[in-house]
Nanobody
Framework: QVQLVESGGGSVQAGGSLRLSCAASTDRFTVFEDHMLAWFRQAPGREREGIAVISRQERANYGDSVAGRFTNSKDNAKNVLYLEMTNLKPEDTAVYYC?????????????????WGRGTQVTVSS
């Protein structure tokens, strides 16, 4: 069982930056080494959108809406996943979730993931 907890959300003006963190609570010390990890977001009235994934092989991939602005990274020793967000836009306003799955590769679809955090709110004002 893996429990995920996001933090770092908040309110920022357009053009600003935020860094989200996702910490794992688990009885397995190296869970982030052998799980596919991703960030999703969901705005009111919209479907959950996959925006960044990092594979067990450390390869990162991004959705078109955030490519070039967001960076996904992880610290395996600390079991922490990060999402560095720059040049934020009002359309980035959403609840952001981290997710993990023991199998799979480069998937940005919600049904690829078994474990989910509860989310953290990001609000970008114009």
């Amino acid at each position: 069982q893996v429990q995920l907890v996001e933090s770092g959300g908040g309110s920022v003006q357009a053009g600003g930056s935020l860094r989200l963190s996702c910490a794992a609570s688990t009885d397995r010390f190296t869970v982030f080494e052998d799980h596919m990890l991703a960030w999703f977001r969901q705005a009111p009235g919209r479907e959950r959108e996959g925006i960044a994934v990092i594979s067990r092989q450390e390869r990162a991939n991004y959705g078109d809406s955030v490519a070039g602005r967001f960076t996904n990274s992880k610290d395996n020793a600390k079991n922490v996943l990060y999402l560095e967000m720059t040049n934020l836009k009002p359309e980035d306003t959403a609840v952001y979730y981290c997710a993990a799955n023991p199998n799979g590769y480069n998937c940005l679809l919600p049904n690829c993931y078994r474990y989910w955090g509860r989310g953290t709110q990001v609000t970008v004002s114009s």
